[in-house]
């Protein structure tokens, strides 16, 4: 390559009209020199600068077998001189470079700026390509011939270009780039294979879609490519259609319910659309994306507001006319207007926890049938359900205050009375049985021997201590004399000795028996699938010392808190439809350990049972239960004496613990399923008894005022029979039978529609809450 640079032609400014030509500029290396005055027999050279901003090109017409003009290697040396741009190739393709001359009849007047487009020019001519490779700003433009073997792959090297930067390759006709673009109103399929036939060689030129997206991918040369795109953005456009745009109408109804309207006009626009599709059948409608809209292709909506008592109502603009005549026709006043409040008292169910239920399930419904598709009709009408019915609870009264049409109002009351039913009540029984004890035995036996020297005599001394004694000084001479026994339950015994040692021998005897029997009966009336807790806690005070200073070191005990011990039992109680029970319980005891005093509380023992069981109705089941035998036993001796037969007592000290415990959780449900409570009063009145016999029956009557004889009656409380019946179920009150005021019952209904509308319009946005009409 080095060889054909020097080789160069000159490149020298244009001739003027001077005489003398301007001297050619040497080509070496690649860069232009300063001009120079030449003969004017001297040849010109190929490429001469005519001005500041153009080059005049003239290369020979000899042809290119005579040995005369510019080789295409020296051109491409030239055009790196000229624009600065890195030109690489491979050795089979300088040889078709160094072989082909440059032939251009005629002068040519290039821009500078166009330089390098001039020269793909001829590349393509020639049929050469250039590819970029690498990205900016260290790339590379490669030359390949397309004689050569990488014709077949040289596509896989062409450049990707944006579709808003393709007006850069406009003037490119030999650079290879690939970009896409973005045709909606064509079709892609039946465009390309239209234009196929305009790409000969699919090495170098292809049209391909893109996926199934309405884009297509070109691949080619520069100038092909822009032009192409172009013509395709002219096709697409030319195919772009308008759509018949539906038209919206909000139609306020005076008389009709907004929800009845609404179904009754669908129902015909269903069957005149079904008519339409009849007697179109056999017609072809228009295929493609370029397809027009026909008439009667888009559906008629209608969606209901009953805040406003109004129709939103969606179609095309032929048919809105005679829909808005129907909705005319049918929205006509009647004699009695249809009443769209109601108050509906509850027997055995929370109001509260009724209408959130209600409101949940309807709305979770409605999503529901959205989901799944439904038919026209019924997906206007759930996707409005949320708003077609108000329910509002006033927990004073137990009542339910509904706004909805008649329709609506019957599905709603139907659901309400399997609601309200009075579930059936269990008496739970239990028993905490808990039997403990404990035995305690500790001998121990300490020696002590001493001979009290005299001044300047020596003397010995041996003692044993176990815990029992401490060693204390009579006569302050620096030298225990006796032993002091300690504050210890039991008996204490010892031998005293004047003499030498005032206590030799001590002994200590303790023997504990301890015996506990409790029983806890707790009991709970509960709901089935209710909760009960029942609760029973010793708490015992606990105090905090602190120091008041001064010179005394005196102190204060102040109240800290409570601590608690006892038992917490939670129970749910569920019925089976083979009238047993599943029990979920939970139980946990506590009990202190110990006498209570001081800021330190006792110790304490917890005892916890968490399960779920299967019990059968009026039988007593243990459920669970907990045995502790613990034995602990103490020794403390001296060495080798302490194992020394008959007399090794003497030389330590034994304790021994054994506890105790057994503890057993019963328990013995009672289903009361009668209607009269004839069930739960039999069992009351045993339970009086049971308390009479406990507390007497002057101090039961103040319970119970009518429990027993009076004075010198026959008592005739055990023939007493419950005189509860039931209400009549299912009627519909007044506000006033309740004490509802009527302007607290709107006040109601509005909060509740409110709140409906806002949970619409966070949702799914259909409906707006409940109608004001009363």
């Known amino acids: 390559m080095i060889a054909t640079l020097l080789a160069l032609p000159l490149i020298l400014p244009a001739a003027t009209p001077a005489p003398a030509l301007v001297a050619p500029l040497a080509a070496s290396a690649g860069f232009l020199r300063g001009p120079a005055l030449v003969q004017d027999d001297a040849p010109t050279p190929p490429i001469q600068v005519l001005d500041a901003d153009n080059y005049l090109l003239t290369f020979a017409t000899g042809g290119k077998d005579k040995g005369e003009g510019m080789t295409l290697e020296n051109f491409v040396q030239t055009c790196q001189s000229v624009t600065g741009i890195t030109f690489t190739y491979d050795t089979e393709t300088q040889g078709y470079l160094a072989n082909a001359k440059v032939l251009l009849i005629g002068s040519k007047k290039v821009p500078k700026k166009d330089f390098y487009n001039f020269f793909q020019i001829l590349l393509v ?161 228009a295929q493609g994306a370029t397809g027009q809209l026909q008439r009667g292709q888009t559906e008629a909506k209608i969606m209901v507001n009953p805040r406003t008592n109004s129709l939103l109502v969606m179609a095309m603009p032929e048919d809105m006319p005679s829909i808005k005549d129907l909705i005319a026709r049918l929205d ?90 009075r579930q059936d009540q269990v008496l739970i029984e239990t028993a905490l049985v808990e ?38 000084d009579t006569d302050n001479d620096g030298i225990p004399d006796t032993k002091v026994p300690n504050s210890i339950n039991g008996m204490t015994a010892g031998i005293l000795d004047g003499d030498d040692f005032s206590m030799p021998v001590l002994l200590n005897l303790l023997e504990e028996k301890r015996n506990s029997n409790v029983l806890n009966v707790p009991s709970v009336l509960v709901n089935n699938n209710g909760n009960a807790t029942v609760t029973t806690l010793d708490e015992q005070p606990t105090t905090t010392i602190t120091a008041s200073g001064g010179i005394g070191g005196q102190t204060q005990e102040n109240f800290a808190n409570y601590e608690s011990a006892g038992i917490t039992m939670q129970i749910s109680p569920s019925i089976s439809a083979s009238r047993y029970l599943r029990l979920g319980i939970s139980l946990e005891v506590s009990t202190f350990i110990g006498a209570v005093g001081g800021p330190v509380p006792p110790a304490r023992v917890t005892r916890t049972i968490e399960t779920s069981v299967n019990v ?31 007399i090794g007592f003497l030389f330590e000290n034994k304790a021994s613990t054994v506890n105790r415990t057994a503890l057993y959780f019963f328990v013995t449900p009672h289903i009361l399923k009668d209607v009269a409570f004839a069930d739960l009063a039999e069992i009351s009145y045993r339970k009086k008894l049971e308390a009479a016999n406990t507390i007497g029956f002057e101090r039961l009557r103040q319970i119970d005022p009518h429990f027993g004889p009076d004075g010198n009656d026959l008592d005739l409380s055990g023939f007493d029979v419950p005189l509860y019946s039931a209400p009549v179920r299912g009627v519909e009150v007044s506000p006033a039978e309740l004490g509802l005021d009527p302007e607290r019952a709107r006040e109601l209904l509005k909060q509740g529609s409110e709140g409906a509308a806002d949970s619409d319009a966070g949702g799914d946005g259909s409906g707006d809450g409940a109608a004001d009409n009363g």
């Open 125 to 285: 001519i020639n049929n050469f390509v250039c590819t970029q490779v690498g990205p900016e700003p260290i790339s590379v433009i490669e030359i390949t011939s397309l004689d050569t073997g990488a014709r077949s792959t040289i596509k896989s090297a062409s450049t990707y270009v944006d579709p808003e930067d393709l007006h850069e390759y406009e003037n490119q006709p030999a650079t290879l780039i690939t970009s896409v673009i973005h045709l909606p109103n064509t079709d892609i399929r039946q465009v390309t294979t239209s234009l196929r036939q305009m790409f000969p060689d699919p090495n170098t030129q292809s049209m391909l879609p893109a996926g199934n997206t309405n884009s297509v991918v070109l691949m080619g040369f520069g100038s092909n490519v822009v032009s192409l795109a172009r013509m395709l953005t002219i096709v697409d456009n030319a195919s772009k259609v308008d759509p018949i745009v539906p038209q919206f109408e909000v139609i306020p109804l005076e008389y009709a319910a907004a929800d009845e309207i609404a179904s009754t006009i669908e129902e015909l626009l269903e069957a005149s659309r079904r008519a339409a599709q009849s007697n179109a059948r056999g017609q072809q409608p």
């Open 435 to 472: 039997l403990s004890g404990r035995d305690i035995l500790n001998i121990g036996v300490e020696l002590g021997l001493a001979d009290i020297p005299g001044v300047g005599e020596n003397g010995g001394f041996g003692l044993t201590n176990f815990g029992l004694s401490t060693l204390a």
């Open 616 to 646: 059968p109705d009026g039988d007593t089941m243990v459920i669970g239960g907990i045995i502790v035998d613990n034995t602990n036993v103490t020794e403390t001796q001296v060495p080798f004496l302490g194992d020394l037969p008959i």
């Open 332 to 421: 006509v006043d009647i004699v009695e207007r249809e009443r769209t409040y109601h108050v509906y008292p509850l027997e055995n169910v929370s109001a509260l926890e009724t209408a959130e239920t209600l409101n949940k399930f309807l709305q979770d419904a409605a999503r529901m049938d959205q989901a799944r598709g439904a038919q026209n009709q019924n997906q206007n009408r759930s996707g409005s359900g949320a708003a077609e019915f108000v329910v509002v609870e006033d927990v004073q009264t137990n009542s339910l205050l509904i706004a909805a049409s008649r329709s609506r109002y019957e599905e709603l009351i139907t659901l309400i009375k399997r609601l309200d039913q």
